[in-house]
Nanobody
């Protein structure tokens, strides 16, 4: 069973940066990609960025492209999300999971709040 632990969320001013981490404990399936998702208040969960375990294939949603960078440490089973030029629209709880299918039980997520 894989356990997902997200961390790194915080309150930050617009224009600031944060780095999120996702630790995947257990027997992860490294034949599939992994991704960061976010859920803003009153909205559904949406994909933000995805990456394969080799770190070669990266995809971003239009709203974060050019501002966020996803990376992975295959040896440590950790995925990162570097978030720059944050805006209040980035305020959400951020989660990680496999992609495109979410095989694992969702973690608690990490709260990112961007003040204007």
């Amino acid at each position: 069973q894989v356990q997902l632990t997200e961390s790194g969320g915080d309150l930050v001013q617009a224009g600031g940066s944060l780095r999120l981490s996702c630790l995947m404990s257990g027997r992860t399936n490294k034949m599939t990609s992994i991704g960061w998702f976010r859920q803003a208040p009153g909205k559904g969960r949406a994909l933000v960025a995805s990456i394969d375990w080799r770190g070669e294939k990266r995809n971003y949603s239009a709203s974060v492209k050019g501002r966020f960078t996803v990376s992975v440490d295959n040896a440590k089973n950790i995925m990162y999300l570097q978030m720059d030029s944050l805006t209040p629209e980035d305020t959400a709880v951020y989660f990680c999971n496999s992609y495109p299918l979410q095989f694992y039980r969702w973690g608690q997520g990490t709260q990112v709040t961007v003040s204007s």
